[in-house]
Nanobody, 117 residues
């Protein structure tokens, strides 16, 4: 069973930065691809950034050049560095672990990010 616990959310002004963390259970990064998703009120959950177990990253167009996904294998922790934040980045952010050959996705509980103009 994969366990994921997010932290690092908060309230910032537009143009500011936040770093989200996701503590994962052991072996998650070697067995699963991982990623960050977000869901704003009244909107569907959307993918923000992903990192597969070969180290390949991908980003939503809306965050390219501003957000960076990374992981620390020694700490079993996934990060999302968010720079030049915009009000439209306001959402609940979730980390997830998944495999391409499985319909199962493991989710964290989420961490709220609020960006004011």
């Amino acid at each position: 069973q994969v366990q994921l616990v997010e932290s690092g959310g908060g309230s910032v002004q537009a143009g500011g930065s936040l770093r989200l963390s996701c503590a994962a259970s052991a072996y998650t990064f070697s067995r699963y691809s991982v990623g960050w998703f977000r869901q704003a009120p009244g909107k569907q959950r959307e993918g923000v950034a992903a990192l597969d177990n070969l180290g390949t990253t991908s980003y939503a167009d809306s965050v390219k050049g501003r957000f960076t996904i990374s992981q620390d294998n020694a700490k079993n922790t996934l990060y999302l560095q968010m720079n030049r934040l915009k009000p439209e980045d306001t959402a609940m952010y979730y980390c997830a672990a998944y495999r391409a050959d499985s319909a199962t996705i493991y989710w964290g509980q989420g961490t709220q990010v609020t960006v004011s103009s």
